[in-house]
């Protein structure tokens, strides 16, 4: 299983664990049906048939992807948010400033606990 997104690691595990054990993409969903499709999680042989497939046929969209994917759920952001009430889910993590900021934000959590 792969995250196309940049996930802090402890968010990812959550959410794998707790929406895609039986499907092949959880894909975070805004509540007017936005989805994060660069933020979800796929199973990778399946999706990489998939994209196969699709590519094969000159289409490299990713909403196609998830169009033609089984088992896809989409996850409300209210849930993620009872995992995660800040939604650094989506944190983007390109430098090494936006990763110092992210861990120090994990940990000052980890000690509210």
């Not at 968010?11 to 499709?37: D, H, I, Q, T």
């Amino acid at each position: 299983m792969s995250a196309s997104g940049v996930l802090p690691i402890l968010v990812y595990l959550k959410v794998k664990r707790s929406f895609l054990l039986p499907l092949n993409a959880a894909v975070p969903c805004w509540a007017n049906g936005r989805m994060e499709l660069l933020d979800g999680v796929y199973r990778s042989t399946s999706t990489a048939k998939e994209a196969e497939a699709l590519i094969g046929q000159g289409d490299y969209s990713v909403i196609s992807l998830i169009r033609t994917l089984t088992n896809v759920r989409h996850v409300a952001i209210d849930q993620l948010r009872k995992l995660d009430p800040d939604l650094d889910t989506f944190a983007n993590i390109i430098s090494r400033d936006d990763l110092i900021m992210i861990i120090s934000k994990l940990k000052a959590k980890a000690g509210t606990c």
